[in-house]
């Protein structure tokens, strides 16, 4: 089936989803996104099935209005049925009545044909696919049909309820198996929050059975679920950004997220700050819980390595034209030289003028804060600090520079390698002479020059830009100087600061960025973002998302 999508703010020719089964409307509160889904629906007037979860399963007065919707079928059997009797307060009650009305039908139907034929089967109601489906969710319920309702009960229950007592996630899941029964032939089903009241570890399966219990079908989920809207298989993801009372007009993409993982690109589309690419994971780096603190007008996002911090910044920044938003990554240093971090920094990554993520506590600026903070003498906690670190230094000197020389051969043997050649024999003629070429013993002496004059001079930043060594917080006794007991309460100490979003958290921040050596006083461009705004921005969709 081919779907014209509504008008664009810009003028633009609407978009066509040509074939479509699965269209997944994403955007935040506020963009647009209700208002788009509804506009789609007036498209196909006697097509249109509308599921919301969230409304059916409260009592309400009013009444889904849309042809063969559960409303009005409910309605209409009513009127003519002497067995649906008595107020159903909502539509989840109305789609109960709706499953025992058809039933009993069946059922009379059957005993019927048993009287004029002896092979007549027991038929298989909706309500027999519906428990049935409900049961593969819910393995541990029973379903018991007794003087026309239906009752409940679970392992740990002797005694059967009602309907109305189950959980919101198993009222949601009857009501979608079931109502989805009752689309009229070729619907197109609207899906209103598919994701409510669903726990993410059946809500893909759910929906998966549900497209598969109606092929004929085509559905169009509106979500601001992360997970859910990148679930769907062979899916058509329209992100709506903005809508246009005056114009009656949105804003809106086609998404295309090929160029790198789902849940990576939902995320940031999720924000219009500026993003900022990281390494580690959400849970357990220090990365995820430190930078958010530090920089606080990007959005942050976790990718993993530093290969696919560059990788994803890459990409994202090669499609600026569609998302209008300035991105950045940011790396450990790592051995790098200044040559590697020149590279970097123009292709938008942040690299720190300290060796790794542990060394930034040890920055002046967020020791001597975090001194100030706890009521201790600044200077005399900072100078205690500086003479261990050059002292774990100096006796780590050889050590030190051993790993920095490793790094800069790997890297040159890398690049020198990377070259054509004609023969196995002309790589290993090459390949005997890098030794000479690279000069490891030469690095090494220089690198040993160039710590002895660091240690010697007392140089503490240039140390930090050096140091490789993750014990430095601890053997630094920083932690106890500031007046607390160890490494984690340090770093919690300075992570509380920045989320008390003072005067010292200003400091910390400033002393990082610097680190990284942006102005403290510009912020980020995003000037490019031309886009007419109302609402809420499709704002950190995660939630995943």
Sequence with gaps: ????????????????????????????????????????????????????????????????????????????????????????????????YLLM????IDMLTYKANLKTTEKAEMPRTRLDDVLHRWMEVFPQNRVLRFDGKLLFSNDSDDEPYSSQLLSNGEKAVLYYIGAVL??????????????????????????????????????????????????????????VRNFDNTKDAWDYRIVSNSTFPDEIYFDILGSRKPVLFIEGD???????????????????????????????TRAFNDMQAFHHLDSHGLVDRDRRNEHEVAYLRQKKIFVPNVAEIENLPMLEG???????????????????????????????LKQQALMHVRHSVKSNVEMRIDRRFQSISALEDHMSDLVYEINPRGMYDEFCRQFHEYEQRGDYAAILKVFNEKTIINNSNVAPLCGLHNKDQYIKAILTIL???????????????????????????????????????LAQLTQKN
């Design 499 to 537: 989320k008390e979003d003072g005067q010292d958290a200003e400091s910390i921040r400033k002393a990082v960025k610097e680190c990284f050596e942006i102005d403290t006083e510009t912020k980020p461009d995003n000037s490019t973002d031309k886009t007419p705004q109302t609402g809420n921005r």
């Design 101 to 104: 009305h058809d039933e009993f």
């Design 182 to 239: 009752y689309a009229m032939p070729d619907a197109v089903i609207f899906v209103d929050s598919p994701e409510i009241f669903l726990h993410h570890s059946i809500m893909q399966t759910l929906w998966n059975v549900i497209e598969e219990m109606r092929p004929d079908c085509t559905f169009i989920y509106n979500t601001h679920d992360i997970e859910f809207a990148s679930s769907r298989i062979d899916n058509v993801c329209v992100w």
């Design 366 to 396: 967020v020791v001597r804060t975090v001194a100030r903070h706890y009521s201790r003498d600044e200077n005399r906690v900072f100078d205690k600090v500086k003479r261990a670190v050059i002292n774990m230094f100096r006796s780590m």
């Design 1 to 96: 089936m081919n779907i014209i999508l509504p008008k664009k703010i810009s003028g633009e020719k609407p978009d066509i989803i040509n074939n479509a089964r699965r269209v997944t409307v994403i955007g935040a509160n506020g963009a647009g996104k209700t208002r788009f889904s509804a506009r789609l629906m007036e498209m196909f007037p006697h097509r249109a099935y509308k599921l919301s979860a969230l409304r059916a399963i409260f009592p309400t007065t009013s009444t889904n209005k849309l042809e063969g919707s559960i409303d009005m079928l409910y309605e209409e059997k009513s009127t003519m049925s002497h067995i649906i009797r008595g107020a159903a307060e909502s539509e989840f009650e109305r789609l109960i």
């Design 282 to 312: 959400e849970l357990h780096s220090i990365d995820s819980k430190l930078y958010p603190l530090i920089f606080t007008e990007y959005t942050v996002k976790p990718v993993g390595s530093c290969n696919k911090v560059i990788e994803v």
